[in-house]
């Protein structure tokens, strides 16, 4: 009975389904094509297609990293200064990069006055109050790590600076500018970043750790996290002030601002024999 009844009501009125049919896919036609663009995804397709998908560091009007955001440290020293100048200007531009060397002291009068070729010079902080009551294992290495809070200090200019990244090197670390600024175009210089890459000797990741940059090809800090890191800088040095190297501790107070290293193939530390 209900079989019949069923059939009866599907077969007597199929002209009516096709017409309904019709005018439903019509319908939806007309409302794909015609749909408010800004909520597309109700739908499941978007036409038009989109006609460029903007890169993440370019919000749409064009402000797309540049070299003009990014601040590089180069921590060197006076004894080095003479055999190593040859590495930072072979990628420095004068006029175009951004940041400093940072030195153990003041350069003695016969390397002044002090080439433009090369990044300008800062002395670094003496950070030795910090140190009353714990001493560090080497004293050295707070004080590289206390070079992140000084190029962010000035580089940032109170907000002011336009600043989006802060790159960490060495005195002979070599950057690839122009492909220091495609990476970072491409990630959200808003967001907490650490970049980095691991020791291409296994035995020094595993001596350190797996998780550090290595700051010989250079480490690579959001304005976020540089923010952050820099806010900490003291109490952290404090903390880990037995640590055995500077990369170490700025793993660490990192990791303490809740941070992990992002891997970044392409930042190579190699190991010399
Ligand atoms: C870099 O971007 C800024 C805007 O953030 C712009 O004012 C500047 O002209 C750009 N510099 C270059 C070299 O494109
Ligand atoms: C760099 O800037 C300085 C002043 O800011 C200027 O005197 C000098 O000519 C510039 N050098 C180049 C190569 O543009
Ligand atoms: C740093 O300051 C301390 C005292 O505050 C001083 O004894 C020491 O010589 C200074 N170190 C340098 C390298 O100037």
Not at 48 to 67: E, F, K, Q, Y
Not at 139 to 150: D, K, S, T, Y
Request: hydrophobic content about 40%; some cysteine; glycine content about 8%.
């Amino acid at each position: 009975m209900a079989d019949s009844l069923s059939r009866g009501f599907f077969a007597g009125n199929n002209t009516l389904w096709k017409a309904i049919l019709s005018a439903g896919i019509f319908l939806y036609l007309l409302l794909v094509l015609y749909s408010n663009r800004q909520n597309p995804s109700v739908f499941f397709i978007r036409w038009p297609p989109p006609a460029d998908i903007s890169p993440i560091g370019d919000d749409g009007d064009g402000d797309r990293t540049n070299l003009s955001h990014i601040a590089f440290g180069i921590m060197g020293s006076v004894a080095t200064w003479p055999k190593r100048r040859g590495y930072t200007e072979a990628w420095w531009r004068r006029n175009q990069t951004r940041g400093f060397i940072y030195l153990d002291r003041q350069p003695p009068p016969e390397y002044l006055p002090w080439p433009e070729t090369a990044p300008p010079y800062r002395v670094v902080d003496n950070i030795s109050y910090l140190f009353q009551t714990v001493k560090p294992r080497f004293e050295l290495m707070p004080r590289m790590v206390h070079g992140i809070l000084e190029l962010f200090r000035e580089e940032d200019r109170g907000g002011a600076g336009g600043l989006r990244w802060i790159v960490m090197g060495d005195d002979d670390s070599i950057f690839f500018v122009d492909n220091i600024v495609d990476v970072l175009s491409e990630y959200d210089h808003n967001k907490y970043y650490y970049l980095g890459w691991h020791s291409e000797s296994v035995i020094s990741n595993y001596w350190f750790s797996f998780d550090q940059a290595f700051g010989g090809g250079g480490i690579v800090l959001s304005y976020p996290a540089a923010k952050a890191l820099a806010a900490d800088m003291e109490g952290c040095l404090v903390r880990y002030a037995k640590s055995s190297s500077a990369d170490l501790i700025t793993m660490t107070c990192i990791a303490d601002i809740g941070v992990n290293l992002t891997p970044h193939k392409g930042i190579h530390q190699s190991q010399t024999p």
